[in-house]
C-alpha cells in the first residue's frame, strides 16, 4: 500500500486560496460570454462543499462548514403552481436588434438591503427550481448533475431526467418571441450555477461584491 503523507493545515490553506482563484477565473470567463465555464465553476464548488462517506470536502477540511452562506434565492413557494427559478433573472434587450432573452445570475443586482445569511446544510439543500412537473432541484443537485455527470469532472451515458429537461428541454416551459418565431428559452442551469459560486465568493470572502455592471 502506497505511504500517505497527510496535508498540514499550511497546505489545506493554500488549497482553499487556489480553489477560490479557480472559481474567479472561471467565473470571469463565464461573464466574458463562455457559459461552459460553469462545468468547471461546479467541479470547484464540489471540492469544496461535497461530503461523502468517504470524502471529505475541502471546507470540512479546514472545519469552514459552520460559516454562514448567503442566500440570494428567491423562496420556493409550494403553493405557486407556476414554474420556479430562483437563482437566475430573465435578460431582455429592446431596440432594433434585440438579442433573445435569456437567464443570467444576477449577482448583486438588484441589491437588497439585506441578503439572508444561513447554515450550510439549509443553503446546500434548498430547492431553487420546481419544473413544470413540480419537480425539485437544490443547489447540491445542480452543482453534483454539472461535476459528476454533465462534462465538470465527468461524462456520463445519461444525466438524472430532472437535470437533462431542466438545461436541454425547457422543462421551466418559458417561451420567447424572436426574429417572428416563437422559441423556447434556453438553459438555465449555467446561470444557477454562476450565481451560486457568487453566493460562495461573497460567504469565503469579507467584504466581497460583484454586480453585473463591474
Same mark, same amino acid.
Given at each position: 500500500?502506497?505511504? +500517505?503523507?497527510?496535508? %498540514?493545515?499550511?497546505?489545506?490553506?493554500?488549497?482553499?486560496?487556489?480553489?477560490?482563484?479557480?472559481?474567479?477565473?472561471? #467565473?470571469?470567463?463565464?461573464?466574458?460570454?463562455?457559459?461552459?465555464?460553469?462545468?468547471?465553476?461546479?467541479?470547484?464548488?464540489?471540492?469544496?462543499?461535497?461530503? %461523502?462517506?468517504?470524502?471529505?470536502?475541502?471546507?470540512?477540511?479546514?472545519?469552514?462548514?459552520?460559516?454562514?452562506?448567503?442566500?440570494? #434565492?428567491?423562496?420556493?413557494?409550494? +403553493?405557486?403552481?407556476?414554474?420556479?427559478?430562483?437563482?437566475?433573472?430573465?435578460?431582455?434587450?429592446?431596440?432594433?436588434?434585440?438579442?433573445?432573452?435569456?437567464?443570467?445570475?444576477?449577482?448583486?443586482?438588484?441589491?437588497? #438591503?439585506? *441578503?439572508?445569511?444561513?447554515?450550510?446544510?439549509?443553503?446546500?439543500?434548498?430547492?431553487?427550481?420546481?419544473?413544470?412537473?413540480?419537480?425539485?432541484?437544490?443547489?447540491?443537485?445542480? *452543482?453534483?448533475?454539472?461535476?459528476?455527470?454533465?462534462?465538470?469532472?465527468?461524462?456520463?451515458?445519461?444525466?438524472?431526467?430532472?437535470?437533462?429537461?431542466?438545461?436541454?428541454?425547457?422543462?421551466?416551459?418559458?417561451?420567447?418571441?424572436? #426574429?417572428?418565431?416563437?422559441?423556447?428559452?434556453?438553459?438555465?442551469? +449555467?446561470?444557477?450555477?454562476?450565481?451560486?459560486?457568487?453566493?460562495?465568493?461573497?460567504?469565503? *470572502?469579507?467584504?466581497?461584491?460583484?454586480?453585473?455592471?463591474?
Amino acid at each position: 500500500m502506497t505511504d +500517505r503523507v497527510p496535508q %498540514t493545515q499550511q497546505d489545506l490553506q493554500r488549497q482553499l486560496q487556489e480553489q477560490i482563484q479557480f472559481i474567479k477565473s472561471s #467565473a470571469l470567463a463565464f461573464d466574458s460570454g463562455f457559459d461552459a465555464e460553469a462545468k468547471r465553476l461546479a467541479v470547484s464548488l464540489r471540492v469544496l462543499l461535497h461530503d %461523502t462517506s468517504s470524502s471529505r470536502s475541502l471546507l470540512s477540511l479546514l472545519n469552514l462548514k459552520n460559516i454562514k452562506f448567503y442566500d440570494t #434565492a428567491v423562496d420556493y413557494d409550494p +403553493r405557486n403552481l407556476a414554474t420556479t427559478w430562483g437563482l437566475v433573472i430573465i435578460k431582455m434587450t429592446v431596440g432594433p436588434a434585440p438579442q433573445k432573452p435569456k437567464y443570467i445570475a444576477p449577482l448583486d443586482n438588484p441589491s437588497k #438591503a439585506s *441578503i439572508p445569511l444561513v447554515d450550510f446544510e439549509i443553503w446546500w439543500n434548498k430547492i431553487v427550481f420546481a419544473d413544470n412537473q413540480r419537480r425539485k432541484l437544490k443547489r447540491k443537485d445542480l *452543482i453534483l448533475s454539472a461535476a459528476n455527470q454533465d462534462g465538470g469532472a465527468h461524462v456520463d451515458p445519461a444525466l438524472d431526467r430532472p437535470y437533462a429537461d431542466l438545461s436541454r428541454s425547457n422543462s421551466l416551459g418559458w417561451l420567447t418571441f424572436a #426574429a417572428g418565431d416563437i422559441q423556447p428559452m434556453d438553459d438555465p442551469t +449555467r446561470a444557477a450555477i454562476r450565481q451560486i459560486a457568487h453566493e460562495v465568493l461573497k460567504s469565503l *470572502i469579507p467584504g466581497y461584491t460583484k454586480t453585473l455592471e463591474n
